[in-house]
Structure formats: structure tokens, C-alpha cells
């Protein structure tokens, strides 16, 4: 391995560590820093690359912070080709996961103990109503993000009656509008 | 849930069921699938445990996706389960983005398969939705969750504030009227 390479590694795992930690509220509070990082100071990637993989990254299944991987793909890709990318995006992911999941297993134990406590019983009361309003945020922006014109809506509106009335599984439903999709006609 | 009951789910079921979740949301709505399959489908969390462990999931530094396989697999294996979960969660879609970043690099572009996802994504919606409805007849049932709710889709929907700063105000209202009074408590 090329002392480039292995510096590459050093610096992804060191970055992504580090911002792994950063990240509360989530991955993509951490994504201006991430962008700067990559493209400004250490050149993995140029700007409308990181743009482009980060729109790929949010419609792969699975988690989104997988953008991750895909910039630690850019960066191994300059010093080791293809075998010194792959290893770039897993190293980078594994920095990424690793720290803040240590974390939450922490708190998890934590929380598990607390089971009879008054903290538990009042958060598994009073955050309920709170979460329904910020899922609904949620499909709010993704709705601006996913349905552009009205047979979007439509689409959306037809599978919301379907998900609340049928007891069809919803990956026929989402399937199908893939489908739909596909064919462009939405 | 019993302790019996629990014990019984093995490491690779674990996996399994997380991978199939991540597998589910192409497309997006990874929350409402983890729900559909969690909540709803396996019984291995409750609703009100799923919901307010999302928000918790949110606040703790991480992916809060990966944060909530943390938790359920803390939950039903402890640190084995964790891992098993997470593994689940990220190892077929890792291989997946890594395969799309080697198309991205190679040839400049992803193979054209926009339209589908953009399909699914409509339909992702429309599952988030479905979500919002079925969780908030469960949860919405009285004045102060309603008003929490409402303030919560306001302030970090509509006005879009920042998610700690949206929890800031509203979290203490919710934990305060939430808090177990000793009348109720010995009842």
C-alpha cells in the first residue's frame, strides 16, 4: 500500500470519526462540513460530484448517511483505483457507524435499566404526540422533494387510501408505482 | 412482551429483519418501515417505545436510523443483537452504493432507473403519511398532544426550524404534563 493511500485511509477514518460525534440531530446536519472537508480542503471530490452523489445516496435504500461510503470511494479512487476505493467507502462508513453507535448502545443500556423510572414512563408519554408532528414535517418535505407535479400527488394520494384501508403489503404498492415510474408515466 | 419471548429471536432473524427493512425503503420512508416492521409485523416494540425512541434516536449523535437498530437490537439481544441489527441495516446497501459510486466514477453517470425511483418515492410518501395517520390515533388523544403535535409539524415543517431547537421548546411541555403524578402512579 502506497503511503498516499494509507494517509488517505488515516485522514477518512479520522474525518468521519470525528463527525460521527458532531452529528446530533442527525446525518445531514453534519453535510456542510462534510462538503468542505472533501471538496475544499482535501480535494476527493469536486462540488457538483459531492452534489450529484448525495442525490444518489438519498433514493439508495438503506440509511442515508451512506453518502458517506460514496466519498470515501471518491477518495480512495485517486490513490488506489478501484480495489483502494472500495476499501476507501467501507472505512469510511465503518468510522462513520462506530462511534455514534458505541454511544447509543451506552444509552441504550442505560435506558433499558430505567425501565420502571418516571423519566422513562414521562418520555414514553410526552414524546409521542411530539414525534407524529415532526414525521408529518417530514412527509412534508419529502413530498416537496418527490411529488412535482399532480400525478404525483395523485400517486401519493392513491397509495395513502390504499396503506390506510387494505392490508396489502406496502412493497406491492411501492413496487408498483416504481413500475409506474419507470414506464414515465409519472 | 416477556424476557422468554424476546430471547428467542435470533441474531440472524435480527439481521434479516433489518436488512429487508433497508431493502423496503428504496425510495425513502425508512421510519415508516421500521415501524410497519418492528412495531407492527415482528411486536418486537411498542408503539409508544417506537415513537418516543425515534425522537431519542434524533437527538443522539449518529444516523437516527442506525441509532434505532441500536436500539432494537440492544433491546431483544443486547451488544450481540446490536451489532447483528446494524450489519443488517447497512451491509447490502453499503454494497449497493459502493456499486452505483463505481458506475458514478466509471462511466459519469448511474444506469437510468430515475423514473422507478421516482415512482417509489411517491409512493414512499404516501407510506410517511399512512404513518402520521395510524400513530397519531393511537398518541393524539387529548388537548396538550395535540397542540405538541401541531407545534412540532409547525415549527420544524412549516417554519422550518432546526430539529434541537424545535425539541427545545416542546420537549420539557411534553415531559412536564407527561410526568407521572404520585396519585396516578399508585393508581
Known amino acids: ?186 | 412482551m416477556s424476557d422468554e419471548q424476546v430471547g428467542r429471536v435470533s441474531l440472524f432473524e435480527l439481521a434479516l429483519t433489518f436488512n429487508h427493512i433497508a431493502l423496503a425503503s428504496f425510495g425513502g420512508g425508512l421510519s415508516a418501515w421500521s415501524r410497519e416492521v418492528l412495531v407492527v409485523e415482528k411486536g418486537w416494540l411498542g408503539e409508544a417505545e417506537f415513537l418516543s425512541a425515534m425522537t431519542m434516536c434524533r437527538i443522539l449523535p449518529g444516523s437516527n436510523q442506525i441509532n434505532m437498530a441500536v436500539f432494537a437490537g440492544t433491546k431483544l439481544r443486547g451488544l450481540a443483537g446490536a451489532v447483528a441489527a446494524i450489519v443488517g441495516l447497512c451491509v447490502v446497501p453499503l454494497i449497493i452504493v459502493l456499486t452505483l459510486s463505481f458506475a458514478y466514477f466509471r462511466f459519469k453517470e448511474v444506469p437510468s432507473i430515475k423514473g422507478a425511483l421516482h415512482g417509489a418515492s411517491a409512493a414512499a410518501v404516501a407510506l410517511t403519511v399512512t404513518m402520521v395517520i395510524k400513530t397519531g390515533k393511537t398518541c393524539l388523544t387529548g388537548v396538550i398532544p395535540l397542540l405538541l403535535f401541531a407545534g412540532a409539524f409547525v415549527l420544524n415543517g412549516l417554519l422550518r426550524f432546526p430539529l434541537l431547537g424545535t425539541l427545545a421548546i416542546l420537549a420539557p411541555i411534553g415531559l412536564i404534563w407527561a410526568w407521572p403524578r404520585e396519585k396516578a402512579a399508585s393508581a
Open chain 1, 1 to 186: 500500500m502506497s503511503s498516499t493511500l494509507l494517509g488517505t485511509y488515516i485522514q477518512l477514518a479520522g474525518l468521519f470519526a470525528m463527525l460521527s460525534l458532531l452529528s446530533i440531530g442527525g446525518g445531514n446536519v453534519v453535510l456542510p462540513e462534510m462538503h468542505m472537508q472533501a471538496v475544499n480542503h482535501r480535494h476527493w471530490l469536486t462540488s457538483s460530484q459531492f452534489a450529484d452523489l448525495f442525490s444518489i445516496s438519498q433514493t439508495a435504500p438503506g440509511p442515508s448517511i451512506l453518502i458517506v461510503s460514496m466519498v470515501g470511494y471518491g477518495a480512495g479512487l485517486q490513490a488506489g483505483g478501484i480495489p483502494g476505493a472500495i476499501i476507501g467507502g467501507v472505512i469510511a462508513m465503518v468510522a462513520m457507524v462506530l462511534p455514534s453507535a458505541t454511544f447509543a448502545y451506552t444509552v441504550t443500556l442505560f435506558w433499558q435499566k430505567a425501565e420502571q423510572s418516571k423519566l422513562r414512563r414521562a418520555v414514553e408519554k410526552g414524546l409521542p404526540p411530539l414525534t407524529v408532528g415532526l414525521i408529518m414535517a417530514t412527509s412534508l418535505v419529502m413530498s416537496r422533494a418527490a411529488d412535482h407535479d399532480w400525478r404525483a400527488y395523485t400517486v401519493t394520494a392513491i397509495c395513502t387510501v390504499i396503506f390506510l384501508r387494505s392490508k396489502v403489503n406496502p412493497l406491492i404498492i411501492v413496487g408498483s408505482a416504481a413500475v409506474i415510474g419507470y414506464f414515465g408515466l409519472i
